[in-house]
């Protein structure tokens, strides 16, 4: 579980980081769409000004119709002094439509076989956008050809980044909260699982040492109690046999569940009658009730009743319900058991008339440890494992267990444990 955990995490940070990928592109394919448009804007504005005469368009006319002959200075003279002011006129139009970047610039006739003036960059500048605009009026009517401005942008993704601040911000921080949150998970879950590692060693140490004093005890109780046939020490040594068999049995009920929970271990399943199964269980749970003066009653009404289980544990499990259902009942004790069919599967509902589970507690009643919180816990013995194990064992199966209840109160109306299994057809 905990692997299928960090896989999905990590899917949906890796996930995240690729809508926002493509939220970016978005973003950027906007942010160059408008600049598109403001670059033409200024070009057009530059267009109609130079149709005009004015200071900028006879310079340029007498660049463009300049006779190297006729000239008191040199063509290249002419031409980086225009060069120096066209370019700040240009930078000036592109700023009144906010464009504030770097740019290079030619001015060539229409076929772009001769080239009039142009910055010293425009040919070393690799951009992804070039503009273009034909020049018309006072310039073209005075060399008699056609005009063309070309108009380079450098770095312009560089330019465009920084008006995606409202999304590149946001996301690199959140980005980074999350992988820090995730980092952490996992280093959590890492330390958890040597949490459950250490806890499992020890409980499975710890019970195997106790198997032994108890094996101990009790074969030393049976052997005393064959030489003392009567008297108080005959009544000592039942109660020392009684209570070592319920702490076995306690011991037992830590490692099966260790064992479940451990290995995962793959069930020894074969094709039973459920039915036949929990008949042993249910005679030995009847002479038990009889003993202590309560009422039992056991429903096989299930018509489809083969499945593939592991008697053993499902054994186990079924003793542990109905373990339940006789330590929780009042002074009266009532426990019905019935058998159905329910869809493809075998159930089996063990009801006691006892003090009920609230809604609180039925949330954590199939937890490790846990024990209902209403009356006093040392009033029932056990340590909260039973229906761990049971649900446990019901999941492993492929099935489910589940609980109804009442809120608890003086009327003692119980609690429903079901326990479903799927069947073969």
Known sequence: MRKIIVFLLAFSLVGLGVVQ????????????????????????????????????SLLLASVVTADPGNLAVSLDTLRMASEG????????RLLSQGLDIGFAFAITDDPETRIFLQSEDFNSIHSISQYRIALEGAIPERCGCRLLLHLKTANLVAYLIPQLNYLTIPFLVFFVVIGACFA?????????????????????????ELKTPVFTIGL????LQKTIQSGPERQYLEVIRQENEALKLQVNKVLELASLEKSRQVLDREQLD???VMAPI??????????????????????????????????NAL??????????????????????????????????????????DRKKVFEKFYRANHGDVHDSKGFGLGLSY????????????????????????GSIFTLSLPVVE
């Not at 002479?287 to 018509?303: I, L």
């Not at 049971?390 to 003692?412: K, M």
Request: aromatic fraction near 10%; glycine fraction near 6%.
């Open 184 to 208: 952490w998970l996992v280093r959590f879950l890492e330390e958890q699982r040597r949490l459950d590692e250490v806890k499992n060693d020890f409980i499975n140490n710890l019970t195997h």
């Open 274 to 276: 459920i039915h036949l």
């Open 319 to 360: 003793q542990n319900l109905l373990e339940n259902a006789l330590k929780y009942s009042p002074a009266e004790k009532v426990v019905e058991v019935r058998t159905f069919n329910k869809k493809h599967n075998f159930c089996i509902s063990v009801r006691d008339r006892g003090i009920g589970i609230g809604p609180a």
């Open 21 to 56: 990928y493509r939220f970016l592109a978005v973003g950027l394919k906007v942010a160059k769409a408008r600049f598109d448009q403001q670059a033409r804007q200024a070009l057009q504005l530059v267009s109609r000004e130079l149709a005009a005469e004015n200071e900028m």
């Open 85 to 92: 002011f066209f370019r700040d006129y240009l930078k000036d």
């Open 220 to 223: 030393t109780a049976n052997m």
């Open 282 to 315: 249910i005679d030995v749970f009847r002479r038990q009730m009889g003993q202590q003066g309560g009422s039992f009653s056991y429903h096989p009404d299930a018509r489809k009743s083969s499945a593939w289980i592991d008697p053993v544990h499902l054994g």
């Open 390 to 413: 049971a649900r446990q064992v019901a999941r492993l199966h492929g099935g489910t267990l589940q609980v109804e209840s009442p809120a608890p109160g003086p009327e003692g109306k």
